[in-house]
């Protein structure tokens, strides 16, 4: 009588057709993918991401340097989660720490507290010509049009005057022409914003000016009242087409210096 050799893959079959075993199989395989996208998930929360913090206090208004910075490993999910954190050195170095912040040594770096050198109020004066100084022309709301004037622009300088030695001549002209304008203060010192009165009322305008150009601006305050500077708003294409700063009028300029004279 020849032996019976037993079936492997029936033996399978029933096993896998147990409702049973079955149902066991499937439990343990949903128990596995939970275990396995847990333990992802923690891992992914724990796992540190290096990022920039200040290696000092860093006051406002200062260039941040490579120096300045150190590097840390934070949690994962706190990065993913602070949208506004900065996460790479690069930029971090050469932006400064906003005006109206500072940053404590320890701290981490965000978007809202770094700006761009020509985000910064009076980034204009970072970078003054040679031979160059920065003149201020007094003014009010009615010379400048009520804040017609803003950073940037370019606008002329007139001037007005009384010729006393000619029988009172009146005399009236372009002193400057194409002057770019710095800034607009207030009183206080406050930047003002073009069609806003939300900082206060303008006070004077600051100018990039040749020591020369200096020279003669400042000899025309020191007539007695005589002389007064007023600017003139000029259009968008004025500005986008301006030319060099120079004395538009060789008569007004020398009559400055008479007066000088005669005063000494």
Known sequence: MGKVKKNG????????????????????ACVAVLVIGYNYRVKEAISPITVPYAKQDIPSRTLITSDMIGRIRISSEYVNNA???????????????????????????????????????????????????????????????????????????????????????????????????????????????????????????????SDEMFLLLKEAEYVDGDIEITPVVRNEKYTADAGDTVVSSEQLRQFIESQVMVMQ
């Open 83 to 209: 949208d506004n954190l900065i996460k790479q050195p690069k930029d971090v170095v050469g932006k400064y720490v906003s005006f109206k912040t500072n940053i404590s040594k320890g701290s981490l770096f965000y978007k809202e507290s770094l700006k761009e050198a020509d985000e910064m109020p009076d980034a204009a004066f970072a970078n003054i010509e040679s031979k160059h100084t920065i003149y201020s022309l007094s003014v009010n709301a009615d010379t400048t049009f009520y804040n017609q004037i803003r950073a940037g622009d370019y606008i002329d300088l007139y001037m007005s005057a009384v010729d006393k030695e000619n029988n009172n001549l009146v005399m009236y002209g372009r002193l400057i022409e194409s002057i770019r304008v710095l800034a607009v203060k207030d009183s206080k010192g406050n930047n003002i914003i073009k069609n806003s009165i939300a900082y206060g009322k303008p006070s004077e305008l600051l100018f990039s000016v």
């Open 9 to 28: 893959s029936g033996i399978i079959r029933r096993f896998i057709g147990n409702r049973n075993t079955v149902t066991i199989l499937g439990f343990l």
